[in-house]
């Protein structure tokens, strides 16, 4: 018999009991003429407490999506899609807005395939806060780089960033921890400030990703000094790894990609904004134009679907991947790497960083993760510049859907401190016979 429980922390280590003795719990993974090299085998059999404590909080997810589904009463009509202006569209974008509102806790939301990337989503969001004059706080350090241009913190040549349209822009640095610096937070914001914008992953940086409890502190502090000051969340590789997410604690919107955690591994595109209803339909009005809203728009039936059932699944794929990051840090952090987060501490993304120290032992890594990707196993990744990226970036990414990360994928800048951010895997097992290819190329390097 199984107990779930879902209380609020993070992972509750013994929550999730078995009659299954541990050792053919975990062992019967392991029983395939060793799939595993004998470094990963070990640390895979050490982390049961851990992985049951993921399965946990899966079931929970879970339980809140399902729920969400039946309240919108999905049905096999909402799957039919629609052409041209998409207003004969069968109630599918509304159930699946409804049941993406609830599952985070938010007013309203739209999820949409016209969204390009997390990246668009986000903007759309700060779009629709900001305004000629208005200043915009990025509380957590620097933001991603493809936001950059965006902002206007690097030049985008004129092409509507929010420099462009007269909107200021400033920053915290973090504190030495790697945390939010909570004392400059406390007198941080001006007359003028109109946006505070939260970063829940640790993006490029090396940094701790933000728990869901301390961006809800975060907005506690800001709203405390001017209760009009909106709070932007961008949730990307944030979602379904806590039991609560950032709407639930005072987030006024939050943005994401669905070819991320949301997707599931299922959805071939899109994105979406939740939150306040105001602030929703103003995003809504920058993707599409003022007046037109949330009601146009057209997705063909295969979309529709695989939107809902990549939602579905979305608990699921988040917690194999949280799985996959736990295996990746303790394998690296014992071969000598620096790792972020540490082994065994709990996870708030899910992207694991390791610090690699070299352009060459960088590109090993990525070439032996795209050695052992399904799709475009006999290609080679090749270091270059990116749209959006300020750096040369390198990519392993031998996913279904192209630039997919809730699939096992991998990627990082070239430069210092050369680090390569690991995330997604539909199964953590994936990363474990990754690890073993992984492992003999950066010694061939050394």
Not at 89 to 104: K, P
Not at 112 to 134: E, K, M, N, V, Y
Not at 253 to 282: E, F, H, M
Not at 366 to 377: L, Y
Request: proline share 5%; hydrophobic share 40%; aromatic share 8%.
């Amino acid at each position: 018999m199984l107990v779930l429980s879902c209380a609020t922390p993070v992972y509750t280590t013994h929550s999730l009991k078995s009659s299954i003795p541990k050792s053919t719990a975990i062992r019967s993974s392991f029983n395939c003429d060793h799939p595993f090299v004998p470094e990963v085998a070990k640390v895979g059999d050490s982390l049961y407490s851990e992985f049951r404590a993921v399965d946990n909080l899966v079931a929970c997810n879970s339980s809140r999506v399902l729920k969400a589904f039946q309240n919108a009463r999905v049905g096999s009509h909402h799957f039919a899609g629609c052409t041209g202006y998409g207003h004969d569209e069968a109630g599918g974008r509304e159930a699946l807005d409804q049941a993406f509102a609830e599952i985070v806790g938010a007013e309203s939301a739209i999820v949409r395939s016209q969204f390009f990337s997390g990246t668009h989503a986000i903007t759309c969001a700060l779009f629709a806060f900001l305004r000629p004059g208005d200043e915009l706080l990025a509380v957590a350090g620097a933001p991603y780089d493809t936001l950059e241009e965006v902002i206007g913190k690097r030049d985008s040549h004129g092409l509507g960033s929010l420099k462009d349209f007269g909107v200021m822009y400033r920053e915290l640095p973090l504190a030495e921890d790697g945390g939010l610096d909570w004392d400059a937070l406390a007198g941080a914001l001006r007359p003028h400030t109109k946006c505070a914008l939260i970063q829940r992953s640790c993006g490029y940086s090396w940094r701790r990703s933000l728990s869901v409890n301390e961006i809800g502190r975060a907005i506690k502090i800001i709203k405390m000094q001017n209760p009009n000051c909106l709070v932007m969340v961008d949730n990307c590789y944030g979602e379904f790894v806590e039991s609560i997410e950032p709407p639930m604690v005072g987030a006024d919107l939050i943005a994401g990609s669905l070819i991320k955690n949301p997707g599931g591994t299922i959805a071939p595109c899109g994105g979406y904004v939740a939150g306040r209803k105001q602030w929703v339909d103003a995003a809504a009005a920058r993707l599409s134009a003022p007046g037109l809203g949330v009601d146009c728009g057209s997705a063909p039936g295969d979309i529709m679907r695989a939107f809902f059932q990549g939602l579905f699944l979305a608990p699921q794929i988040v917690g194999e991947a949280i799985k996959g990051t736990f295996l990746v840090s303790e394998v690296m952090a014992s071969e000598g790497y620096k790792v972020q987060p540490l082994p065994r501490v709990p996870r708030h993304d899910t992207v694991q960083a390791v610090q690699l120290g070299s352009r060459e032992l960088l590109l090993a890594f990525c070439e032996a993760v795209q050695r052992s990707s399904p799709v475009g196993s006999f290609t080679k990744p090749v270091a270059g510049t990116t749209p959006g990226y300020a750096s040369e970036v390198i990519f392993a990414d031998g996913t279904f859907i192209d630039g997919s990360t809730s699939e096992l994928s991998c990627d990082g800048p070239l430069r210092e401190p050369f680090a390569v951010y690991c995330q997604g895997g539909t199964h953590w097992t994936q990363w474990g016979l990754v690890l073993g290819d992984v492992l003999k190329s950066l010694r061939y390097e050394i």
